[in-house]
């Protein structure tokens, strides 16, 4: 099978909000056909990427860091269902989420249609047939689970790669506020209501900033994602936090790994992109901006009130077509998908892959996000196609044909993107080529094919 890539043109990226919250103001936030183009994670400004394996209560959350400013200037307040200890915590790699992203990415593919007035051949039947610290770096001196004044208990402190971490429990929000400010942390204005809203179902805060003298001795030039392990019956993602300093509504993307099926969310519409449309020959020069221009006319059509399905399949099940190559197993593995390989009933291939889509902002999503998964195993993706015209001699009878349902389907063609993207209809048809002197339908008349011998 041959495939190849056309990155999408003219698409710039940009410091993406630091998922959940950034206590810091400065950070902004068989085929047979040819696979084209992707639209991947990158498309998006403002973006967030979160990989959420789940499996009975465990639940595995690696967030991707696109972080850009000042390294100091860096920090994150998660909330947590429960305290997280040292050992729950990782630093991940972010080629895995970037696998993970391009596997599942909506995609363009291409055909060329077949020569209508194929000639006439015979045949001779006999010729025919992850990483972490290094050991011995000092971690952050573990500190007692002790109360201050303003109601805030540090349940636990550590060192993990080139994060500095504690656990906060919380009395109340202005306290944690308080306390925050007193620690260098800057907290908008606006958080107060929602930190105590988590207070009240008496989450704990997972708060990480970067530790420049580790980061300094581990050598990396970029902020890696950090994976956080926990056992509780919430299978939720928090994002109100994330939305109180942003400027403008948010991208986040959402890959679920799974053992039996699909994910969905519980409080709010969980819509499938749409799929399946052709699409005129040029999409494929700015698939990028096709595709943005779909998802957004699909949120102004669902008011901002849908998280949107991109992609569901089990990974058992060979994509058609397959974006990019299939996630390694031990990268599934080092993501949280323990199950994979381990046995006991779940094969190496007993993952679903789920990928969400949601444009957000604190007007239209006052809720986190709350899943739940399903049994169902069906295959889901987005995928449009575009249909090359055949070049040659039409001028059989049924070549006579395909001219005639060829235009039939270009003005479909058009139609499609108009509906799709909102694009003008007038617009899209000046980029269609007109083919060249095509031939009449034929007719009785003339063609002795249409009558009876």
Known sequence: MTHRTVPPAGVARTAAAVLLALALPSAALGFCGFYVAQADAKLFNQSSQVVIARDGDTTVMTMANDYRG??????????????????????????????????SAPRLVEYTDPDPCPPLVTYDEDRVGPSEAAEGAAPMRRS????????????????????????????YSSGL????????????????????????????????????????????????????????????????????????????????????????????????????QNVPEHVKSDFGSFYKALFARQVE?????????????????????????PVPPDQLTALGADWVGSGGGKSSNAAYLTRLHVRYDLAHFPED?????????????????????????????????????????????????????GWSAAEIRTRVPTRANPEAPPTPKDDGFWRWK
């Open 144 to 171: 007692a689970a002790t109360k201050s004044s303003m109601g805030v208990r540090v349940l636990d402190s550590y060192t993990v790669g080139e994060y500095d971490i504690q656990i906060l429990s919380a009395e």
């Open 301 to 325: 059509r669902n008011g901002m009130e849908s998280v949107f399905l991109e992609y569901a399949w089990p990974l058992s099940v060979m994509c058609d077509p397959c974006s990019a190559d």
């Open 177 to 276: 506020e308080a306390w925050l400010r007193q620690n260098h942390y800057r907290i908008p204005d606006g958080a107060g209501a929602i930190l105590q809203s988590y207070i009240r179902q008496n989450m704990r805060f997972f708060v990480a900033k970067v530790n420049l003298g580790e980061q300094r001795r581990l050598e990396q030039p970029f902020l890696r994602p950090l994976q956080v392990r926990y056992t509780s019956p919430k299978f939720m993602l928090p994002i109100r936090l994330g939305m109180v300093n942003a400027d403008g509504a948010q991208d986040l993307l959402v890959y679920a790994l799974t053992p039996r099926g699909r994910v969905e969310t519980t409080n709010y519409r969980t819509t499938k992109i749409p799929t399946g």
């Open 369 to 421: 996000l709350v899943f739940q998964e399903t049994p169902d195993t069906s295959t889901f993706q987005g995928r449009y196609v575009i249909n090359h015209p055949f070049t040659g001699d039409t001028s059989c009878p049924a070549g006579r044909v395909y001219e005639r349902t060829l235009a039939a389907r270009q003005q479909e063609e058009v139609s499609n993107l108009a509906t799709l993207t």
């Open 70 to 103: 000042a390294l100091e200037e860096f920090a994150i307040v998660v909330p947590v269902p429960v305290a997280v200890t040292r050992d729950q915590v990782k630093v991940a790699e972010k080629s895995w989420i970037d696998n993970v992203d391009a596997y």
